[in-house]
């Protein structure tokens, strides 16, 4: 069997005896076939000179003009087939290459991003959140100015306590900051396209003033924290609230989502049995960490990007998780995975390495021993 020219299998059968002969394509296999040929002598068709000295010249051309004049187009014409297979493989290569360039570009890009996540946790921790916020928006914005959002929300804070008398309660200040959120700013839950990832940018949310449940609590909790408020977000099987800790007796569910609303324990296990179809938990109502919430923020976009399937995307979002969760062996398997699906192969046996190096207790070796036997070598 020969493939443009090259021999590529030789085998002697004999069971298949009979019939024709013909090829099979399953799936979304890459590669087309035509001309396809079949006999006991085939014509072996060489290029003419002419024709490969004109293809020898075209690497010296100049880029984005089409610089052959017609003599140049007729040489390569006395090998018309030949010549266009040629240009046409040389063109595919190219255009590999072209994507493998802008991989690495996105990847260098987004890299300065990928390593301050990774550094969260020696942020400040009243800071983390809102850093972490910031810096996943950044993985899809790489040009939104973090600096510029954290001001944004110093100003809105200072809006809010224009009206605050000195001495306001903290029951005070959170009406005053339901007023000025819902009331003067219009900011609301995002339901015609609850899906879009913007929702989950928290410098969009500021921009828009509409999001996730949970992206418009991180906002509303970085208001509240420099109004002096205590407040915890809320992870609810499947919506986000928050909670204000009013004293040590007494606190109130806050469902920013619905502009606000406030919610009485019955409410909120309204909302575990429609998510769940089970009673609300004392642990449902825990305060989540930083960690925790931009965990969640990042699994949003997941479901986003592989709904698009869009592994790009699913990339992006599973080295950030990695970066803010080391030690979850789940998303260093699904970051190799991703990898080498993309075919950044080295970073996935990196991975893969590191996995079994480190050997950690949930590991699946001999799975992580198959991922990295079916990675093509660097030569390949």
């Known amino acids: 069997c020969f493939v443009n020219g ?37 014509p072996n068709e060489v290029m003419s000179e002419s024709a490969q000295k004109w293809l020898t010249q075209l690497a010296d051309l100049p880029v984005g003009i089409y610089a052959l004049g017609a003599e140049q187009i007729k040489g390569l014409g006395e090998s018309s087939e030949e010549s266009s297979r040629e240009l046409l493989r040389r063109a595919a290569m190219l255009e590999l290459q072209a994507k493998q360039f802008r991989q690495v570009a996105s990847d260098v890009q987004q890299m300065a991003t990928i390593q301050r996540l990774s550094k969260l946790a020696e942020t ?3 800071e983390r959140l809102l850093q972490g ?19 944004r929300i110093d100003e809105m804070v200072g809006e809010v306590r224009v009206d605050l008398p000195v001495d306001a309660t903290s029951v005070q200040k959170r009406a005053s900051l339901h ?3 819902f009331d003067e700013n219009g900011f609301h839950g995002s339901r015609s396209e609850y899906y879009h990832p913007a929702n989950s940018h928290l410098n969009r949310v500021i921009d828009d003033r509409e999001g996730l449940p949970i992206t418009m609590s991180i906002l509303y909790m970085e208001l509240a924290q420099r109004l002096g408020l205590r407040t915890e977000g809320v992870g609810l099987p499947g919506h986000f609230v928050v909670k204000h800790v009013i004293d040590e007796n007494e606190s109130q569910l806050i469902d920013v989502f619905d ?12 909302i575990v049995v429609q998510q769940t179809r089970r009673p609300l938990r004392d642990d449902d109502l825990r305060g989540s960490t930083s960690t925790e919430i931009l965990t ?10 592989g709904n698009g399937k869009d592994a790009e995307a699913l990339l992006r979002y599973t080295e950030a998780l990695v970066a803010i969760n080391p030690e ?7 970051r190799a995975q991703l990898r080498g699906i993309t075919g950044r192969h080295t ?16 590991l699946d070796r001999e799975l992580v021993e198959r991922m990295r036997a079916a990675l093509p070598s660097l030569g390949e």
Not at 20 to 36: H, I, M, N, W, Y
Not at 299 to 304: E, K, Q, V, Y
């Open 6 to 42: 090259h021999l590529v299998i030789e085998s002697t059968d004999t069971q298949l005896t009979e019939g024709q002969v013909g090829l099979a394509k399953f799936r979304d296999t890459k590669p087309e076939f035509k001309r396809f040929d079949v006999g006991t002598e085939l």
């Open 124 to 126: 400040n921790a009243d």
């Open 133 to 151: 916020a910031l810096l996943i928006a950044a993985l899809d914005n790489p040009d939104i100015d973090i600096e510029a959002y954290k001001d």
């Open 179 to 181: 007023r000025y959120l």
């Open 259 to 270: 502009r606000g609303k406030l919610l009485t324990r019955d409410e909120a296990a309204d």
């Open 296 to 305: 969640r923020v990042l699994n949003n976009l997941l479901g986003i990007a």
């Open 328 to 334: 979850v062996t789940n998303f260093r398997m699904m």
């Open 347 to 362: 970073a996935a046996r990196e991975e893969l390495n590191w996995l079994l190096e480190n050997d950690p207790p949930d």
